[in-house]
């Protein structure tokens, strides 16, 4: 019976969309409400995908930041189910299948990698490259290396790259940097941000030898916007690649303009 309801799950789930369809059509195969506690996970609204991502960890939450600031990355899909496994690999010799069975009625699971992109190639195609986020901590787990080896012959016998990514290839001021500004391109709704900020380009580039936060305080006061918005719209213009800094750094907003801006 309880095989039974395994297999009727996996069916609903299915046809519910789950780990089927791209783009603001994609569902994911786990959602965070598919768990009554998943520690630190985390939903966020995609700006590339236009949906909600269902996201496991920290780190998986960092490595879908970067990949939402990452220009050539155009699609996000994460718990992405493996559902054809056994039949795409081949050579199953020494896969530990057995270890992600159900304990009671030893049916199969299902295994999901943590994302799968579609990116752009610098001559302009797309290709579907999947990566698999783990902290380094787990890789001490005899299973953890049993599922990671299952995922990688998956997806070569499917001629997609795959790669796992730590907490390492994660940098936190990067991913603080991304947070900090990717909520002005939300709807928001704040009204003429589009030209204001172009307003704002002109100020930063006409007084390079000014602190930022003056001019940012300047700008508020003569534009005769709300106290705040100058500095709003200066993470836009970041977060929209108008002007570039260093994101790998803390913004300082006491440099001057000519100090920030690359």
Request: aromatic share 8%; net charge positive.
């Amino acid at each position: 019976m309880e095989a039974l309801n395994q297999s009727k799950r996996i069916k609903k789930l299915l046809k519910e969309g789950r780990g089927q369809g791209a783009g603001k059509d994609y569902k994911p195969w786990t959602t965070i409400s598919d768990f009554s506690s998943r520690g630190r996970a985390s939903r966020a609204f995609g700006i590339k995908t236009k949906r909600i991502h269902h996201l496991q960890s920290d780190n998986q939450l960092r490595f879908f930041l970067i990949c939402e600031w990452n220009s050539n990355v155009l699609d996000i899909r994460e718990s992405y189910p493996l559902l054809d496994v056994m039949e795409v690999i081949d050579n199953k010799e020494n896969l530990r299948f057995d270890k992600f069975c159900d304990k009671e009625t030893g049916e199969q699971l299902v295994i999901c990698t943590n994302f799968l992109l579609t990116v752009k190639e610098p001559d302009g195609k797309e290709k579907l490259i999947a990566r698999t986020v783990k902290n380094t901590t787990e890789l001490n787990k005899k299973i953890t290396i049993e599922k990671l080896e299952i995922e990688r012959r998956y997806w070569m016998q499917k001629g997609v790259e795959w790669k796992l990514i730590t907490e390492k290839q994660l940098p936190r001021q990067v991913c603080k940097n991304i947070e900090w500004i990717r909520e002005t391109l939300l709807e928001d709704g704040v009204a003429d941000k589009e030209p204001l900020s172009y307003v704002l380009l002109t100020y930063l580039l006409n007084n390079m030898e000014t602190p930022v936060k003056e001019l940012l305080k300047e700008f508020d006061k003569s534009e005769g916007v709300a106290d705040g918005m100058g500095l709003y719209l200066f993470r836009y213009l970041i977060a929209k690649k108008n002007i570039k800094v260093n994101m790998t750094e803390k913004i300082n907003l006491s440099q001057k303009a000519r100090d920030i801006l690359l």
